[in-house]
């Protein structure tokens, strides 16, 4: 009897902590991907991403991003060995004319991403995917009866083959949920 072909992993399923996207952790239930973003009181202005290496048992700050008033929002991607070079978080994540909340970013190895929204939910897929399939999805926290305590939390869903870029995923995903939450912020201010 033929098994056919064989099952593809599962998706990584990061939990978040909090709501926040300045203090809080994305965590897989065994954490064995592990993220805590980190904003300090001392520098308000700056959020470090520290990855937890679950082999070696340290910590890392593989990115950082800095976002100071009246100044453009820089990001910096670092090694274990050395921090990197400040970019603009705009020229990491380009809008390239979306209306809203998107934008688009290239790994390393050229994979070119792109986020965007589908039923005001966060999700990436592959720009040269013509299905638009996500790589990775953000799903909100859930109440009970729509106001009370969180009856689960807030994830991001990673699929197995976008794992190799997941420190640019999470940064791209913490730059993008800020936009979206300041034009949030933005559209309330006019309206009043």
């Known amino acids: 009897m033929s098994r056919g072909a064989p099952k593809p992993p599962p998706p ?76 603009r978080a705009s020229d990491f994540i380009k809008n390239d004319g979306f209306g809203g909340v998107g934008g688009t970013f290239t790994e390393d190895d050229g994979t070119e991403y792109r986020w965007g929204t589908h039923n005001r939910h966060l999700q990436l897929v592959k720009a040269d995917d013509e299905d638009n399939l996500p790589v990775a999805e953000y799903h909100p926290h859930k109440r009970h009866f729509g106001v009370w305590r969180m009856s689960s939390r807030a994830f991001l869903e990673v699929k197995p083959e976008a794992c190799d870029a997941l420190d640019k995923i999470i940064v791209s995903y913490l730059l993008m949920e800020r936009r979206k939450r300041q034009a949030k912020i933005k559209v309330k201010l006019e309206t009043n």
Not at 21 to 33: D, G, I, S
């Open 12 to 87: 990584r399923k990061l939990t978040f902590a909090t709501n926040s996207v300045r203090n809080t952790t994305f965590a897989e239930e065994n954490n064995k991907f592990y993220y805590e973003i980190v904003t300090r009181f001392w520098h308000p202005h700056l959020t470090k991403i520290n990855k937890y290496d679950y082999e070696a048992r340290v910590v890392n700050c593989v990115a950082e991003i800095e976002d100071q008033p009246k100044k453009d929002v820089k990001v910096r991607f670092n090694t274990p060995d050395a921090e990197g070079e400040w970019m």
